[in-house]
């Protein structure tokens, strides 16, 4: 059997999530998706009373863990909810094919958090990464599909890359700009910084872009909302956030 056990956006597994994770052989940590605190390795040990290994995405996407799960129950931990990932599915579908049995034990999401912010969840449209640059790679998709979503009045939740390090949130905002420079367009106005989103020391930021540069907005991970226009019950609740 694989499991896939969601920790939710602040890494507290459910009480579901604890006793499957117990009833598993192999217990493994995945960190690529998301940055992950230098203790939640020890906290788990102690919630389960396993070894747990954490693994990258070479061994999350590979046969890795399914060529376990054949003769063995094993259980994976995702931050976050385990069915956002597409790669999480392709698991779940490998496993089909193999008669593999396969259990969920679903967490809280950014994809729901963002409630927090006073963003009613049913008018964001299509999430976008930003990846970071190199000298061969500059994507400008990012930008081009926040265009989309403003132009039919839908919020855009923006994820940042977190490899090799977590993106800072300035740097979200400076490449955003790059990307208009790129394709001769000014799209970015106002913006929601999202810091350590569930966590106690979470910070909500929200104001223009050029403003946000010279704020401080908090500690890593990061997540930004561009908003489309705003109802006013919206736009009241993000008023307790602009700088």
């Known amino acids: 059997m694989l499991a896939l056990v969601g920790l939710g956006i602040n890494f507290d597994p459910t009480l579901n999530g604890i006793e499957t994770a117990k009833k598993c052989d192999e217990i493994f ?21 396993k070894e747990i290994t954490v693994i990258d995405r070479e061994e999350v996407e590979s046969d890795f863990l399914i060529e376990k799960a054949g003769s063995k129950n094993v259980c994976l931990f995702v931050v976050g909810d385990p069915l956002v990932a597409t790669t999480h599915l392709s698991l779940l579908a490998e496993c089909r094919k193999r008669n593999i049995e396969t259990k969920i034990v679903h967490n809280s999401s950014i ?30 998709s990012p930008l081009l599909l926040i265009e989309k979503n403003l132009s039919i009045g839908l919020h855009t939740l923006v994820l940042l890359d977190v490899q090799p ?25 106002d913006v929601v910084v999202l810091s350590r989103l569930g966590f106690s020391d979470e910070k909500i930021t929200y104001g223009r872009a050029e403003k946000l540069l010279k704020k401080d907005l908090g500690k890593p991970p990061f997540s930004l909302i561009v908003p489309a226009n705003l109802h006013p019950l919206e736009e009241e609740y993000l008023k307790f956030f602009e700088v």
């Open 111 to 140: 994809l729901t958090a963002v409630a927090r912010t006073g963003l009613q969840a049913y008018k964001f449209g299509r999430t976008v990464t930003i990846a970071k640059w190199s000298e061969n790679y500059k994507p400008t």
């Open 29 to 49: 940590l995945e960190k690529y998706t998301s940055p992950l605190p230098a203790d939640i390795q020890k906290e788990l040990k102690k919630l389960i009373k």
């Open 165 to 189: 390090e977590p993106m800072d949130a300035k740097e979200g905002i400076k490449q955003l700009f790059e990307m208009e420079k790129v394709e001769k367009k000014k799209i970015i106005k």
